[in-house]
Protein backbone atom coordinates (compact mmCIF):
# COMPACT_ATOMS: atom_id res chain seq x y z
CA UNK A 1 0.00 0.00 0.00
CA UNK A 2 2.59 2.29 -1.27
CA UNK A 3 -0.09 5.42 -1.67
CA UNK A 4 -2.30 4.83 1.12
CA UNK A 5 -4.89 7.96 1.69
CA UNK A 6 -3.42 9.43 -1.19
CA UNK A 7 -5.09 11.76 -3.30
CA UNK A 8 -4.80 11.38 -7.39
CA UNK A 9 -6.21 13.09 -9.95
CA UNK A 10 -5.80 10.97 -12.82
CA UNK A 11 -6.88 13.09 -16.15
CA UNK A 12 -7.66 10.71 -19.22
CA UNK A 13 -8.64 7.88 -16.53
CA UNK A 14 -11.09 6.62 -18.88
CA UNK A 15 -9.38 4.41 -20.68
CA UNK A 16 -5.67 2.90 -21.86
CA UNK A 17 -2.90 3.82 -19.74
CA UNK A 18 -5.12 6.05 -17.29
CA UNK A 19 -7.24 3.15 -16.57
CA UNK A 20 -4.40 1.38 -15.40
CA UNK A 21 -2.67 4.07 -13.30
CA UNK A 22 -6.19 4.71 -11.85
CA UNK A 23 -6.94 1.20 -10.72
CA UNK A 24 -3.07 0.55 -9.69
CA UNK A 25 -3.15 3.68 -7.53
CA UNK A 26 -6.56 2.43 -5.96
CA UNK A 27 -4.68 -0.65 -5.42
CA UNK A 28 -2.32 0.81 -3.44
CA UNK A 29 -4.63 2.50 -0.88
CA UNK A 30 -4.79 5.86 -2.51
CA UNK A 31 -8.31 7.82 -3.18
CA UNK A 32 -8.36 8.11 -7.03
CA UNK A 33 -10.22 10.76 -9.06
CA UNK A 34 -10.92 10.00 -12.51
CA UNK A 35 -11.53 12.79 -15.28
CA UNK A 36 -12.32 13.25 -19.04
CA UNK A 37 -15.12 13.30 -21.53
CA UNK A 38 -16.63 10.25 -21.67
CA UNK A 39 -18.79 9.89 -18.81
CA UNK A 40 -19.34 5.87 -19.56
CA UNK A 41 -15.78 5.43 -19.32
CA UNK A 42 -14.81 7.20 -16.42
CA UNK A 43 -18.01 6.40 -14.68
CA UNK A 44 -17.17 2.28 -15.36
CA UNK A 45 -13.37 3.11 -13.98
CA UNK A 46 -14.66 4.54 -10.65
CA UNK A 47 -17.23 1.58 -9.76
CA UNK A 48 -14.72 -0.73 -10.72
CA UNK A 49 -12.35 0.53 -7.95
CA UNK A 50 -14.97 1.14 -5.55
CA UNK A 51 -16.26 -2.63 -5.96
CA UNK A 52 -12.86 -3.45 -4.55
CA UNK A 53 -13.72 -1.69 -1.60
CA UNK A 54 -11.74 1.63 -2.81
CA UNK A 55 -12.25 5.15 -3.08
CA UNK A 56 -13.11 6.75 -6.26
CA UNK A 57 -15.02 9.83 -8.35
CA UNK A 58 -15.66 10.07 -11.51
CA UNK A 59 -15.60 13.56 -12.70
CA UNK A 60 -16.59 14.13 -16.66
CA UNK A 61 -13.91 16.91 -17.68
CA UNK A 62 -12.60 18.80 -20.84
CA UNK A 63 -8.75 19.53 -19.99
CA UNK A 64 -9.22 22.18 -23.10
CA UNK A 65 -11.79 24.06 -20.87
CA UNK A 66 -10.52 26.05 -17.99
CA UNK A 67 -13.73 25.70 -15.75
CA UNK A 68 -14.02 23.06 -15.85
CA UNK A 69 -10.20 21.81 -15.12
CA UNK A 70 -10.84 24.28 -11.74
CA UNK A 71 -14.16 22.26 -11.05
CA UNK A 72 -11.84 19.12 -11.40
CA UNK A 73 -10.13 20.38 -8.71
CA UNK A 74 -12.85 21.99 -6.33
CA UNK A 75 -14.83 18.66 -6.47
CA UNK A 76 -11.49 16.66 -5.53
CA UNK A 77 -10.73 19.17 -2.49
CA UNK A 78 -14.29 18.99 -1.66
CA UNK A 79 -14.94 15.47 -1.72
CA UNK A 80 -11.21 14.41 -0.48
CA UNK A 81 -9.78 17.45 1.17
CA UNK A 82 -6.44 17.08 -0.42
CA UNK A 83 -4.29 16.71 -3.95
CA UNK A 84 -1.55 14.41 -3.19
CA UNK A 85 -0.94 13.48 -6.81
CA UNK A 86 -1.87 14.58 -10.45
CA UNK A 87 -1.21 12.82 -13.43
CA UNK A 88 -1.63 14.44 -16.42
CA UNK A 89 -2.25 12.13 -18.73
CA UNK A 90 -5.09 13.04 -21.27
CA UNK A 91 -3.82 13.10 -24.88
CA UNK A 92 -4.35 12.77 -28.52
CA UNK A 93 -2.26 11.99 -30.96
CA UNK A 94 -3.67 14.01 -34.30
CA UNK A 95 -1.19 11.92 -37.29
CA UNK A 96 -0.35 12.61 -40.55
CA UNK A 97 1.91 14.32 -42.86
CA UNK A 98 3.33 18.17 -41.81
CA UNK A 99 2.44 19.30 -45.01
CA UNK A 100 -1.18 18.14 -45.02
CA UNK A 101 -1.18 18.80 -41.24
CA UNK A 102 -4.43 21.44 -40.49
CA UNK A 103 -4.71 24.30 -38.08
CA UNK A 104 -7.79 21.94 -36.09
CA UNK A 105 -4.89 19.52 -35.85
CA UNK A 106 -2.16 22.08 -34.05
CA UNK A 107 -5.22 23.40 -31.87
CA UNK A 108 -6.58 19.63 -31.04
CA UNK A 109 -3.30 18.70 -30.37
CA UNK A 110 -1.86 21.89 -28.70
CA UNK A 111 -4.92 22.29 -26.34
CA UNK A 112 -5.44 19.02 -24.78
CA UNK A 113 -1.61 17.81 -24.67
CA UNK A 114 -0.31 21.43 -23.43
CA UNK A 115 -2.94 23.68 -22.70
CA UNK A 116 -4.69 20.60 -20.33
CA UNK A 117 -1.90 20.60 -18.82
CA UNK A 118 -1.00 23.74 -17.99
CA UNK A 119 -5.23 24.44 -16.95
CA UNK A 120 -4.54 20.81 -14.70
CA UNK A 121 -1.40 22.59 -13.21
CA UNK A 122 -2.92 26.37 -12.62
CA UNK A 123 -5.70 24.56 -10.52
CA UNK A 124 -3.60 22.19 -8.73
CA UNK A 125 -0.57 24.06 -7.76
CA UNK A 126 -2.21 26.63 -5.72
CA UNK A 127 -3.67 23.91 -3.45
CA UNK A 128 -0.47 21.81 -3.61
CA UNK A 129 1.70 25.19 -2.45
CA UNK A 130 -0.80 25.29 0.41
CA UNK A 131 -0.44 21.96 1.62
CA UNK A 132 3.31 22.03 1.26
CA UNK A 133 3.33 19.19 -1.13
CA UNK A 134 2.66 17.60 -4.34
CA UNK A 135 3.40 14.78 -6.86
CA UNK A 136 2.71 15.94 -10.53
CA UNK A 137 3.24 13.56 -13.06
CA UNK A 138 3.07 14.43 -16.90
CA UNK A 139 2.71 11.17 -19.35
CA UNK A 140 5.15 12.26 -22.08
CA UNK A 141 6.30 10.25 -25.16
CA UNK A 142 9.72 9.14 -26.75
CA UNK A 143 8.22 11.12 -29.07
CA UNK A 144 9.18 14.37 -27.04
CA UNK A 145 12.36 13.17 -27.22
CA UNK A 146 12.84 12.40 -30.77
CA UNK A 147 11.20 13.65 -33.70
CA UNK A 148 8.96 11.64 -36.33
CA UNK A 149 7.48 11.90 -39.69
CA UNK A 150 3.63 11.49 -39.43
CA UNK A 151 3.64 12.61 -36.28
CA UNK A 152 4.31 16.50 -36.35
CA UNK A 153 2.02 18.08 -33.88
CA UNK A 154 2.29 14.98 -31.38
CA UNK A 155 6.06 15.38 -30.90
CA UNK A 156 6.00 19.30 -30.64
CA UNK A 157 3.71 19.36 -28.01
CA UNK A 158 5.38 16.15 -26.55
CA UNK A 159 8.50 18.13 -26.21
CA UNK A 160 6.56 21.04 -24.96
CA UNK A 161 5.53 19.50 -22.42
CA UNK A 162 8.86 18.27 -21.26
CA UNK A 163 10.13 21.82 -21.33
CA UNK A 164 7.13 22.44 -19.54
CA UNK A 165 7.17 19.78 -16.60
CA UNK A 166 11.47 21.16 -16.24
CA UNK A 167 10.09 24.63 -16.03
CA UNK A 168 7.62 24.47 -13.53
CA UNK A 169 9.92 21.86 -11.17
CA UNK A 170 12.35 24.88 -11.07
CA UNK A 171 9.91 26.86 -9.47
CA UNK A 172 7.96 24.88 -7.16
CA UNK A 173 10.89 22.30 -5.19
CA UNK A 174 11.25 24.56 -2.57
CA UNK A 175 7.75 24.17 -1.82
CA UNK A 176 7.84 20.53 -1.63
CA UNK A 177 6.21 19.80 -5.05
CA UNK A 178 7.92 17.48 -7.52
CA UNK A 179 7.18 17.65 -11.46
CA UNK A 180 8.42 14.59 -13.53
CA UNK A 181 7.82 13.20 -16.83
CA UNK A 182 6.51 9.82 -17.36
CA UNK A 183 7.65 8.07 -20.80
CA UNK A 184 5.10 4.74 -21.51
CA UNK A 185 7.12 3.70 -24.45
CA UNK A 186 4.90 2.24 -27.25
CA UNK A 187 1.44 0.78 -25.33
CA UNK A 188 -1.23 -0.62 -27.01
CA UNK A 189 -4.40 1.81 -26.50
CA UNK A 190 -6.65 3.65 -28.83
CA UNK A 191 -4.25 6.63 -29.24
CA UNK A 192 -1.83 4.21 -31.02
CA UNK A 193 -3.95 1.91 -32.99
CA UNK A 194 -3.38 2.54 -36.03
CA UNK A 195 0.35 1.69 -35.22
CA UNK A 196 -0.24 -1.79 -33.68
CA UNK A 197 -2.50 -2.38 -35.90
CA UNK A 198 -0.38 -1.86 -38.85
CA UNK A 199 2.68 -4.94 -38.37
CA UNK A 200 4.99 -2.81 -40.20
CA UNK A 201 5.16 0.95 -38.57
CA UNK A 202 7.73 1.81 -36.37
CA UNK A 203 8.37 -0.23 -33.12
CA UNK A 204 6.59 -2.96 -33.52
CA UNK A 205 9.36 -6.02 -33.95
CA UNK A 206 12.12 -4.65 -31.40
CA UNK A 207 10.01 -2.53 -29.07
CA UNK A 208 7.22 -4.63 -28.60
CA UNK A 209 3.71 -2.69 -27.87
CA UNK A 210 2.86 -3.16 -23.85
CA UNK A 211 -0.25 -3.33 -21.78
CA UNK A 212 -1.61 -0.48 -20.57
CA UNK A 213 -1.22 -2.09 -17.15
CA UNK A 214 2.92 -2.68 -17.80
CA UNK A 215 3.11 0.97 -17.31
CA UNK A 216 1.59 0.74 -13.66
CA UNK A 217 4.79 0.24 -11.66
CA UNK A 218 6.77 3.56 -13.21
CA UNK A 219 3.48 5.25 -12.42
CA UNK A 220 3.51 3.99 -8.57
CA UNK A 221 7.79 4.51 -8.42
CA UNK A 222 6.74 8.40 -9.34
CA UNK A 223 3.60 9.06 -7.12
CA UNK A 224 5.35 7.16 -4.29
CA UNK A 225 8.62 9.94 -4.25
CA UNK A 226 8.36 12.06 -1.37
CA UNK A 227 7.56 15.19 -2.36
CA UNK A 228 9.99 17.47 -0.45
CA UNK A 229 12.82 15.21 -0.93
CA UNK A 230 12.04 13.18 -4.37
CA UNK A 231 13.46 13.41 -8.13
CA UNK A 232 11.90 16.27 -10.25
CA UNK A 233 12.01 18.15 -13.57
CA UNK A 234 13.32 14.37 -14.58
CA UNK A 235 12.02 11.72 -17.20
CA UNK A 236 11.13 8.02 -16.15
CA UNK A 237 11.45 6.24 -19.66
CA UNK A 238 10.35 2.49 -19.48
CA UNK A 239 11.13 2.51 -23.57
CA UNK A 240 13.45 -0.61 -24.55
CA UNK A 241 14.70 1.46 -27.49
CA UNK A 242 15.87 4.97 -27.61
CA UNK A 243 14.64 5.57 -31.63
CA UNK A 244 12.48 3.59 -33.14
N1 LIG B 1 -0.25 4.54 -26.26
C1 LIG B 1 1.04 4.83 -26.45
O1 LIG B 1 1.77 4.12 -27.17
C2 LIG B 1 1.64 6.03 -25.76
C3 LIG B 1 3.03 6.17 -25.80
C4 LIG B 1 3.61 7.28 -25.18
C5 LIG B 1 2.80 8.19 -24.53
N2 LIG B 1 1.45 8.02 -24.50
C6 LIG B 1 0.64 9.03 -23.78
O2 LIG B 1 -0.15 8.38 -22.81
C7 LIG B 1 -1.29 9.18 -22.53
C8 LIG B 1 -2.53 8.30 -22.54
O3 LIG B 1 -2.71 7.80 -23.85
P1 LIG B 1 -3.37 6.38 -24.18
O4 LIG B 1 -2.46 5.72 -25.13
O5 LIG B 1 -3.79 5.70 -22.96
O6 LIG B 1 -4.63 6.89 -25.05
P2 LIG B 1 -6.20 6.57 -24.99
O7 LIG B 1 -6.45 5.16 -24.66
O8 LIG B 1 -6.75 7.15 -26.24
O9 LIG B 1 -6.67 7.44 -23.73
C9 LIG B 1 -6.62 8.84 -23.77
C10 LIG B 1 -7.41 9.38 -22.60
O10 LIG B 1 -7.35 10.82 -22.66
C11 LIG B 1 -8.66 11.32 -22.57
N3 LIG B 1 -8.78 12.61 -23.24
C12 LIG B 1 -8.54 12.91 -24.54
N4 LIG B 1 -8.85 14.20 -24.77
C13 LIG B 1 -9.26 14.72 -23.58
C14 LIG B 1 -9.73 15.98 -23.18
N5 LIG B 1 -9.84 17.00 -24.03
N6 LIG B 1 -10.07 16.17 -21.89
C15 LIG B 1 -9.99 15.15 -21.00
N7 LIG B 1 -9.57 13.92 -21.32
C16 LIG B 1 -9.22 13.71 -22.62
C17 LIG B 1 -9.52 10.26 -23.24
O11 LIG B 1 -10.89 10.33 -22.84
P3 LIG B 1 -12.01 11.14 -23.63
O12 LIG B 1 -11.71 11.03 -25.10
O13 LIG B 1 -13.26 10.47 -23.19
O14 LIG B 1 -11.92 12.55 -23.11
C18 LIG B 1 -8.88 9.00 -22.69
O15 LIG B 1 -9.38 8.72 -21.40
C19 LIG B 1 -1.30 10.28 -23.59
O16 LIG B 1 -0.80 11.48 -23.03
C20 LIG B 1 -0.34 9.77 -24.64
O17 LIG B 1 0.26 10.80 -25.36
C21 LIG B 1 0.85 6.96 -25.09
Known amino acids: MQLKDKVAIITGGGRGIGRAIAIGYANEGAKVVVAARSGNQINAVATNIQKQGGHALAIPTDVRVKSEVENLVQQTVDRFGQIDILVNNAGVNPRG ?94 LSRSGWENADTFRAASDPWKAPEQVVPAAIFLAAQPPDSGMTGQTVSIMRRNSP
Open 97 to 190: QFLDSTDEDWDLGWQINVMGVVYCCRAALPIMKRQRRGNIINVGSGMGQVGHADLSVYCASKFALHGLTQAIAEEVWADGIIVNVLIPGPVKTE
